[in-house]
């Protein structure tokens, strides 16, 4: 079966995007180098509108901000989010929740493919409904990597790790046709076969951008990556200044 192969796909790529036009909050929208095709939200702008005290914030806190300010539509994010979370502190807590839109999501195989079983089944709900089950999409790039399920049936031969994929493909081979229809069926959905290594590996490695590039109306957005995961670990994806929250641990 061909799925996606991760190795191959380039980490500085850019992304397409649908999205409305680019907002301006704050005035902090900026062009990179005075090239007006090139955009980002600047921090430093936010600070010098006496927002808040930005330089002085975590880092996590700061991409946060990023995020706010490049999702603001006045609904799902609004000025005044911007505003509470640029004044953080931390002896003063404030009780509301925060609108932080991550901007991927990676799975592992045995959490993950529950969510693609939900959005199959979603699929199927528009389609009793007449309309068009391409309306269920992921909003955010999708990458499920498979390494949970896989097995050690031959260790200390040449061919041992040959033989387990091969086995892997046979015992779970309804999932594979699965994943496969999930990865053809929306275009935010990728699948990282077995082989390739464990799923935070291959997120440090070949899925995190450290900085995302979407084309966008006005031109190229560029702005830092962020995710949430299925998988206690994710949070190892820190290390490369990448704010990730994965689910599950203690």
């Given at each position: 079966m061909h799925f996606t192969k991760t190795r191959h796909r380039v980490k500085k790529s850019i992304r397409k995007d649908d999205m409305a036009a680019l907002v301006n909050p704050f005035n902090t929208l900026r062009s990179l180098q005075n090239d007006k095709k090139r955009f980002y939200y600047s921090l430093p702008a936010l600070e010098e509108g006496q927002v808040g005290a930005i330089s002085r914030l975590p880092v996590s806190i700061r991409v946060m901000l990023e995020s706010l300010l490049r999702n603001c539509d006045g609904e799902r994010v609004r000025e005044e989010d911007i505003a509470r979370l640029a004044?953080?502190?931390?002896?003063?807590?404030?009780?509301?929740?925060?609108?932080?839109?991550?901007?991927?999501?990676?799975l592992q195989d045995f959490t993950g493919v529950p969510l693609l079983v939900d959005l199959a089944a979603m699929r199927n709900a528009v389609a009793e409904l007449k309309a068009d089950p391409?309306?269920?999409?992921?909003?955010?790039?999708?990458?499920?990597?498979?390494?949970?399920?896989?097995?050690?049936?031959?260790?200390?031969?040449?061919?041992?790790?040959?033989?387990?994929l091969q086995v892997e493909f046979d015992r779970n081979r309804e999932r594979y046709e699965f994943l496969k229809w999930g990865q053809q069926a929306f275009q935010t959905f990728k699948v990282v076969p077995p082989g390739i290594g464990i799923v935070h590996q291959v997120n440090l490695e070949n899925i995190a951008t450290v900085v995302t590039a979407v084309k966008r109306e006005e031109g190229i957005l560029f702005f830092p990556d962020t995710l949430v995961g299925t998988d206690s670990h994710t949070?190892?994806?820190?290390?490369?200044?990448?704010?990730?929250?994965?689910?599950?641990?203690h």
């Open positions: 004044k953080w502190n931390p002896h003063e807590p404030f009780a509301e929740d925060v609108p932080f839109c991550v901007s991927r999501v990676i391409k309306l269920i999409e992921p909003l955010v790039p999708v990458d499920l990597v498979i390494d949970h399920s896989v097995q050690v049936d031959r260790a200390g031969t040449v061919d041992s790790f040959l033989f387990n949070t190892m994806i820190n290390g490369l200044w990448v704010v990730g929250w994965g689910v599950g641990g």
